[in-house]
């Protein structure tokens, strides 16, 4: 079956602008989670979304924001883009049926989105 | 939320069974070990994960220590398609009601043929 879809998987800003990145997950999965990749911070959490719920939130400025759509398709968002925003987004779904039981549950990841503030 | 320590690197021949350790010292009771690992240009792939037993699977075994505070993924035979930076993964529950993951930098494993 298909995997994660994460587009666009390269785009460059400028700072002040706005970015959405969308993600496909898996045929099934109603969990979906983001996460920021870069060099200095390492993999940092995002958020969660699940049935399009937002479940967690991390650590990071309102300027970030998601939503998931019913079809369990979910798209991130940047607002004001800052020069330390330049990452790599990442997306994963899982198979998370009940809350309770998604610490086991395995997370399937896209390849991500390179994303470029200049 | 819980942290996880892990070497920055370990090198390893081909063939030969590779140890990554990870450090969880605070570990909290509901809180499951995962391993991923990333290959450039790719996203986290899963590897194994347990709660409290050690785990096999067909890519690799986990010992997960007694006390929980410390877990080792273990390679049996080291391929070169098996350099790759490991990730050690807490998904613990959160007050928002779900499982949320709190990744270590990472060891970049380095195999040489």
């Known amino acids: 079956k298909a995997g994660v879809t994460q587009t666009p998987r390269y785009l460059i800003k400028t700072r002040g602008q706005q970015v959405t990145l969308s993600c496909s997950p898996i045929s099934g999965h109603r969990s979906v989670s983001w996460y920021q990749q870069t060099p200095g911070q390492g993999l940092q959490f995002l958020f969660e979304y699940f049935s399009e719920t937002q479940r967690n939130k991390g650590n990071f400025p309102g300027r970030f924001s998601g939503r998931q759509f019913s079809n369990s398709r979910s798209e991130m968002n940047v607002s004001t883009l800052e020069l330390g925003d330049s990452a790599l987004y990442l997306c994963a779904s899982s198979s998370a049926l009940r809350t309770d039981s998604s610490g086991a549950n395995v997370l399937t990841f896209g390849a991500g989105s390179r994303l470029t503030v200049l | 939320d819980a942290k996880t320590t892990q070497p920055n690197s370990m090198e390893s021949n081909e063939e030969e069974p590779v140890h990554l350790p990870c450090n969880h010292s605070?570990?909290?009771?509901?809180?499951?070990i995962h391993w991923y690992r990333q290959l450039p240009s790719q996203g986290p792939e899963y590897v194994i994960h347990g709660l409290t037993s050690n785990v096999n699977n067909r890519m690799a075994s986990l010992a997960i220590a007694e006390d929980r505070k410390s877990s080792t993924l273990i390679l049996h035979r080291a391929t070169l398609r098996d350099a790759a930076v490991y990730y050690c993964i807490l998904r613990g529950w959160s007050s928002g009601g779900s499982y949320i993951p709190t990744f270590g930098r990472g060891t970049s494993l380095i195999v040489h043929p």
């Open positions: 605070t570990i909290s009771g509901t809180d499951y």
